[in-house]
């Protein structure tokens, strides 16, 4: 029972190309986020989404444009490709309006541009 | 916003040994979260501690949200519990964030 899923796991493209990433969770979570792990492992914040509504957009380029269709999925649709946008990036919910506001992430999507 | 500082960076034990872990955080929190990063890249939930201690194991946490630090507490270490360590906390509550420390590096060698 995969709690939070992406796909692809791994993707590799070349610049300038248009790649999307996918994000399902099955805990009947009402918040999903995107974050990016960079090449030190640093991991920042990029988007977060509450019942399909955006709530916050972490100064992220307009390349990059999150939908979400359902508030059981989550998706990343990167445009025009840069080799800077190769990272890991991991998909999380967690349930708002909770005693808890833990998060928990998905497997990770390791991008490489070449 | 919140800054999370976590050490020491690196950490080289010998397998069976004992050590901790420290996140250090610059303002109140209501989320704070011990991930442990495998080598495989797969980030794995340790604890969800914003306050008090929990134990899981040979690992334990605790929280001293009025000091604003945490500590992880691993004992009897593994092979296997080579990895990244990382901290994260959000202030907000709702509509949260997590604000990553930069992690801890452990290797534990045989």
């Known amino acids: 029972d995969t709690a939070v899923s992406q796909t692809p796991k791994y993707l590799v493209t070349q610049m300038g190309n248009d790649k999307s990433i996918k994000c399902e969770q099955n805990?009947?979570?009402?918040?999903m986020y995107w974050y990016k792990q960079d090449s030190k492992k640093f991991l920042k914040i990029m988007f977060s989404?509450?019942?399909?509504?955006?709530?916050i957009n972490e100064t992220v380029p307009n390349r990059f444009s999150p939908k979400s269709p359902d508030k059981a999925h989550l998706n990343l649709h990167i445009n025009s490709l840069e080799l800077g946008d190769s990272a890991v990036y991991f998909c999380?919910?967690?349930?708002?309006?909770?005693?808890?506001?833990?998060?928990?992430f998905g497997p990770g999507t390791r991008l490489t541009v070449t | 916003g919140i800054q999370v500082e976590q050490s020491p960076p690196d950490l080289i034990l010998q397998e069976g040994a004992n050590s901790t872990l420290r996140c250090n955080f610059s303002?109140?929190?209501?989320?704070l979260q011990w991930f442990h990063q495998n080598p495989w890249g797969q980030l794995i939930n340790l604890f969800y501690?914003?306050?008090g201690t929990k134990q899981n194991g040979r690992l334990s946490a605790t929280t001293v949200a009025t000091e604003r630090y945490s500590l992880l507490y691993i004992s009897s270490s593994q092979t296997t519990d080579s990895g990244v360590y990382f901290c994260?906390?959000?202030?907000?509550?709702?509509?949260?964030?997590?604000?990553f420390g930069k992690g801890i590096t452990l290797s534990v060698r045989p």
């Open positions: 999380a919910s967690s349930q708002e309006q909770a005693l808890s506001y833990e998060q928990y």
């Open positions: 805990l009947g979570h009402d918040t």
């Open positions: 989404y509450n019942n399909k509504e955006l709530i």
């Open positions: 303002d109140s929190v209501n989320n």
């Open positions: 501690i914003p306050s």
């Open positions: 994260a906390v959000d202030h907000s509550g709702a509509n949260s964030k997590l604000t």
